[in-house]
Each structure stands twice: as C-alpha cells, then as structure tokens.
T-cell receptor, first 116, second 112 residues
Framework: GAGVSQSPSNKVTEKGKDVELRCDPI?????LYWYRQSLGQGLEFLIY????????KSGLPSDRFSAERTGGSVSTLTIQRTQQEDSAVYLC??????????????FGSGTQLSVL | QKEVEQDPGPLSVPEGAIVSLNCTYS??????FMWYRQYSRKGPELLMY????GNKEDGRFTAQVDKSSKYISLFIRDSQPSDSATYLC????????????FGTGTQLKVEL
C-alpha cells in the first residue's frame, strides 16, 4: 500500500479482555516501531523490529504487552487483560532501515483503544 | 522530570504571523533532532530533521538546534490556517536505531 495501515482504527473493550492491534508497514521497509500516545504524555516508545534481529522490547510497560512481526512484514501488538490505563492511541511506524539515527519514520493513523 | 519538555499550548496566532515552537531536553547525548506535525486523528509526519547543532531551512519552516543550551526551535513564517496542527519535537542518540524520544507536542491554531 501507499502508507502504513493500521486496524482497527477504533477499539472499545472491557477491562480484563485481550486485544490485538494490527500494522501493515510500507512495502520494503525493514524497520517497524510501535509507539503509544496518551493524552498529555506525548509518544512513548514500545517496541522495535529490524529485519530478522531480535526485537527491542525495552519500552513495553508490562508483561501484558507483546508484539510479533510475521514474515518481516505485518505486525500485531497484543495487550492481555486490558486495564483502563491502557487507553491510548497506539501508533505504528516503519522506515527503510535505521542507520545511525534519524531515519525518516512513516506513521500510520493509529488505533484509538478505549478500555471501559 | 521528562527528558524532553515542550509547552503543550494551545497557541493561537493570526494568519501570516511568525510562529516559534520550542523544546528543551536534558540528555546531552541526543544528536538527531526532528519536528513532526500531527493533524487531528492522523499519525505524525516528519517536517524537519537536523543533525547536531545549527539551522536548517525548508520553505516557510526553519529548525534551529542549540546543543550548548539543550534547546531546539521550529519557526514557521507566514503561517497559514493549514498549519493548524500539533507539533512534536523528537530526538534520538547516535546509534539509537530510531528509538525516538518525543515531546508532548504543542497545539497550534492559525486563525483567519
């Protein structure tokens, strides 16, 4: 596709349920990132995939959060036993490849998650 | 204290005004500095990118980095209503693999 695609665009769930958020990066982009954007908090790094390397999970806030990237393309972010503080916009981004830093990130429009 | 501080605004200016947006940061190891623009219900898009200190100009936009003061700025000349958006500063370390640290964003409204 022309850009980074995320689905669903909105997700409302009940506390304690599991949710899966999907990201389709730009074709050919080897690097994929998940960020979380909470009101008044800015974007918070969650996880980073680069090619076949082990992902950098250092930003995941708890073990309820996990992500995978299949075939070097589509990624799924899973939140288990959702809590109200998980409510936020979850943004996915991709880039051609990270070099020393500053590679241009292309963001999707995000998934607005609301936990009731 | 956050690593990157940014005034959330909102900032309201008349059309044609010069806008100044700023961020301060605490980590002197940051080397790459970026400004992203985010429209409502959209993902951020990269506006400007600067490595280390100095100025960079692109059309109506100028980015400045002062590493000695740990202070970065974005200037918008001849502001237009279409510039109304949230502006996020972001920065990363050399070798940081694009693990960006973002400011909270400044909401800008340009009025007719």
């Amino acid at each position: 596709g022309a850009g980074v695609s995320q689905s669903p665009s909105n997700k409302v769930t009940e506390k304690g349920k599991d949710v899966e958020l999907r990201c389709d990066p730009i074709s050919g982009h080897t690097a994929l990132y998940w960020y979380r954007q909470s009101l008044g908090q800015g974007l918070e790094f969650l996880i980073y995939f680069q090619g076949n390397s082990a992902p950098d999970k250092s930003g995941l806030p708890s073990d309820r959060f996990s992500a995978e990237r299949t075939g070097g393309s589509v990624s799924t972010l899973t939140i288990q036993r959702t809590q109200q503080e998980d409510s936020a916009v979850y943004l996915c981004a991709s880039s051609l490849a990270p070099h020393s830093g500053g590679e241009k990130l292309f963001f999707g429009s995000g998934t607005q998650l609301s936990v009731l | 204290q956050k690593e990157v501080e940014q005034d959330p605004g909102p900032l309201s200016v008349p059309e044609g005004a010069i806008v100044s947006l700023n961020c301060t940061y605490s980590n002197s190891a940051f080397q790459y500095f970026m400004w992203y623009r985010q429209y409502s219900r959209k993902g951020p898009e990269l506006l400007m990118y600067t490595y280390s200190s100095g100025n960079k100009e692109d059309g109506r936009f100028t980015a400045q980095v002062d590493k000695s003061s740990k202070y970065i700025s974005l200037f918008i000349r001849d502001s237009q209503p279409s510039d109304s958006a949230t502006y996020l500063c972001a920065m990363t370390l050399t070798g940081g693999g694009n693990k960006l640290t973002f400011g909270t964003g400044t909401q800008l409204k340009v009025e007719l």
